[in-house]
């Protein structure tokens, strides 16, 4: 697993590496921007002997890059730098210019849409390599416009966009905000949340972290990690299908049958050693048709025609994991099977869909969620639902809301996105895979049933989640290597979880 910082993080852990370690200021900056000049060259040899355009601001970032043209201009004397800088210029980057000066590496200022339309409208055809420095991680809000319009115009002459920490004006905690799109992102020291979040992860490119050597020991209360490590349940060759666990899969309702039938599906594929369906009496007959391998159960009722509590506790009683909600459905049948769920399952349930609508409108049912055996697996409007809160408040900081909502849930809850995010009160995590491959109806089935498959099989409930996460968004990217997005459904992804290094 990856660190990832906030702004507030990585700042503090700068100031200590400047004033507790006795590194000076001026000595991390020529340190990341000669990292960033060998990334650079490394990665662009051909571009980087054809010509260099370096945009500026007065911070720190801006003083970055006033040290990478020194350290490209030995491998390209073609190098122009553009000053666009709206504040005052800090110490460091001063004297980073004045050096720039001393080799007579051209600097053009920026200061009016006129400079603009001289310079690079007038005089620039073509860049071979653009490199942003103008606003680093202490940006906030929006881009001033002449630096919007700059951007724009100068990368639309650019081959290539190497941005410097982050790409100026992302707002590097919430990922939020317009900005330069980016082939290279060369991050100082360690990721940040922005890299990943919202605009982040599509305006980043490709993206690099650059060491300057601030100490390990002032990292050790970074609590956000991207989690990356793949990890599978491990697998006897003299196993029995004992070993791999049992998984309950309560779904399904008239209309909305195949929900449940795809956890199923995707339990199986995943290594659950058995799997069994509990649906209503009124399409258990679909189920037993549909899927050889799936053991299926038709939900006793009681006279009133509700779930009867003594037949569904002495099914979960069995379990080694949960899943509810596929299919569900809202009514009062399905509201009395979750009720008896929450109150009796003891073992690891995977809430999602329906089941996590039903939550947000009984509220009252929220404080069973603090028994420590469930994860919520909410989308982005389930999740507002549940929380309470708008789209717009949730877009606004992610991570704030997540952490804040889990907080009061006391639960461990999935928030899928294109950057998924997971969080328990002791860990908080992101997964980065996946693309539009999984924006199809079915997706958030087939995650729960790998997540409940997982548990089964005896991951811990952290490693269960985000691994399944990992494993079903690395199965979509690459099967869009050999196929377009949209033709692939989540019955392609089941059927492929386990090809080679998916």
């Known amino acids: 697993m990856e660190r990832i910082l906030s702004r507030a993080e990585m700042q503090a852990i700068d100031k200590k590496t400047i004033n507790e370690f006795g590194t000076p200021s001026r000595v991390l900056m020529e340190v990341a921007g000669a990292r960033c000049a060998d990334a650079i060259i490394r990665d662009y040899p051909d571009q980087v002997q054809d010509g260099v355009v370096i945009l500026c601001g007065s911070g720190n970032n801006g003083g970055d890059g006033y040290v990478i043209a020194r350290h490209l201009f030995a491998f390209c004397p073609d190098i122009l730098i553009f000053s666009m800088g709206t504040g005052r210029m800090s110490s460091e980057s001063s004297s980073n210019r004045l050096l720039c000066e001393k080799l007579d590496i051209p600097i053009f200022e920026i200061n009016s849409q006129q400079d603009l339309q001289e310079y690079v409208i007038k005089g620039l055809t073509t860049i071979p390599i653009l490199i942003d420095a103008v606003f680093g991680i202490g940006f906030k809000g929006e881009l001033p416009i002449l630096i919007q319009n700059a951007c724009a115009a100068f990368s639309a002459l650019a081959e290539v966009v190497v941005a410097i920490d982050i790409p100026s004006g992302l707002n590097v905690d919430t990922g939020n905000g317009d900005c330069l799109t980016a082939d290279l992102t060369l991050a100082i020291e360690e990721l940040k949340y922005g890299h990943i979040l919202q605009n982040g992860r599509n305006s980043c490119g490709k993206l690099l972290r650059i060491p300057i050597g601030i100490p390990e020991i002032y990292k050790e209360d970074i609590a956000v990690y991207v989690y990356n490590d793949s990890i599978l349940p491990q697998r006897p060759v003299d196993a029995h299908k004992g070993l791999f666990g049992r998984v309950f899969i309560f779904g399904g309702s008239p209309g909305y049958v195949g929900s449940a039938r795809l956890c199923a599906r995707a339990a199986l594929r995943s290594g659950a050693g058995l799997?069994?369906?509990c649906s209503r009496r009124e399409v258990i007959g679909y189920y037993s048709a549909a899927c050889d391998e799936v053991m299926n159960f038709a939900i006793a009722e009681d006279k009133t025609g509700l779930p009867r509590v003594k037949a569904i506790k002495e099914m979960i009683s069995r379990a080694d994991a949960i899943a509810i909600g596929?299919?569900?459905?809202?009514?009062?049948?399905a509201l009395r099977l979750l009720d008896i769920?929450?109150?009796?399952?003891?073992c690891p349930c995977v809430i999602d869909a329906d089941a996590i609508t039903l939550l947000a409108q009984n509220r009252d049912m929220l404080p069973l969620l603090k028994k420590g055996n469930f994860v919520l697996t909410p989308h982005k409007a389930e999740f507002c639902r549940l929380a309470d809160i708008s789209m717009a408040e949730l877009?606004?900081?992610?991570?704030?809301?997540?952490?804040?909502?889990?907080?009061?849930?006391?639960?461990?809850?999935?928030?899928?996105?294109?950057?998924?995010?997971?969080?328990?009160?002791?860990?908080?995590?992101?997964?980065?895979?996946?693309?539009?491959?999984?924006?199809?109806?079915?997706?958030?089935?087939?995650?729960?049933?790998?997540?409940?498959?997982?548990?089964a099989q005896k991951l811990p409930l952290y490693q269960a989640v985000c691994s399944a996460a990992l494993l079903m968004g690395n199965t979509a990217e690459r099967l869009c290597e050999s196929r377009h997005s949209y033709t692939i459904l989540p019955s392609d992804i089941i059927e492929h979880l386990g090809d080679t290094d998916a």
Request: glycine share 12%; charged share 15%.
């Open 275 to 277: 799997v069994h369906i």
């Open 326 to 333: 596929s299919g569900m459905g809202l009514d009062a049948f």
């Open 341 to 346: 769920v929450l109150n009796h399952a003891t």
């Open 395 to 455: 877009d606004a900081d992610l991570m704030a809301r997540l952490i804040e909502t889990q907080a009061k849930l006391g639960c461990a809850v999935l928030l899928k996105g294109h950057s998924t995010l997971y969080a328990d009160g002791d860990k908080t995590l992101m997964i980065c895979a996946g693309n539009d491959a999984l924006a199809t109806g079915g997706s958030g089935d087939l995650l729960v049933g790998i997540i409940a498959s997982f548990i």
